[in-house]
């Protein structure tokens, strides 16, 4: 890793108004180099691209000032949603750590022309695209209205997010003991509508991760996954930072849960 995880998850915000200035040559051949090998511990290949927007008729209603945007595609395979998001998210964090902005979009997308220019198969699916460029000085009157409306500076309180043992008993920062900087980080992941849908419970030198479905699946599958894989990016990220060894397994726990929350995947710590 070329860059402190923590000190991008933290510095990163949500860019949707841009100065219009092209990637200067340096920022844009260490991006383009740096998408062409991304990983997720998942084993799902993520096809990234960057796309001019002038060539591919691009857009979005969203953004302002933006000419290139950050594209990716996946194959519906096992995970794919989690891994795509884990994936996207690690370059976010790269991009950001060139100084350069970055937002991902879902729904408020020319769907049509990034699916073409991204020639996307009918087993393949381009769950979000980025807009990529440098933030302008000021903010849009629309992106400071969404950031209102969304609360994106906010974020549902720690014990409210992880538990310990049991779904529901709650878990305190200062009780997570090596886990607590990467459950923070995972905390303070982007996710669409800022809903948030990732959940923790730590039993042990084990950490099972949840969904708390609150949107329904579209014709892009589960966006809600692609979230929970930005939250894992934090997490995993965080945990090899800090030095710990660890691994993603399959290992329900079978914790008792409600009814809207579904088990995703376990991060067994490497003692």
Known sequence: MT????????????????DGEPLENEDRAALE???QSPTNPFDVPV????????????SSPVIVGADLYLAAKVKRCKHYEIGFGYSFEHVCLYAESLGL???????????????????????EVLPVASPVGYPAQKKSIRESLMRKG?????????????????YGHQLTASSA??????????RWAPSAGNKQPWRAVVTGDTVHFYEEKSMKDSSLGDIQKVDVGIALAHFDL???EEGHDGRFVEADPGIALPKNVQYII???REK
């Not at 990034?114 to 198969?121: L, P």
């Not at 969304?150 to 049991?166: N, S």
């Not at 003991?177 to 995972?186: Q, V």
């Open 150 to 166: 969304l609360k994106a500076d906010e974020r549902i309180p720690f014990e409210q997010l992880f538990f310990d043992k049991q």
């Open 101 to 123: 902005g970055t937002v991902m979009l879902a729904a408020s997308l020319s769907r049509a022309a990034f699916e073409k220019a991204m020639d996307v198969q009918v087993d």
């Open 266 to 268: 376990s991060y067994e």
């Open 177 to 186: 003991g090596i886990y607590t900087d990467a459950l923070e980080m995972a």
């Open 3 to 18: 860059f402190s995880a923590k000190d991008m998850i933290r510095k990163r915000k949500s860019v949707r108004t841009f």
């Open 238 to 240: 965080t945990m090899q």
């Open 33 to 35: 180099q740096y998408i």
């Open 47 to 58: 096809d990234f691209r960057l796309l001019d927007v002038k060539e591919y008729g691009l």
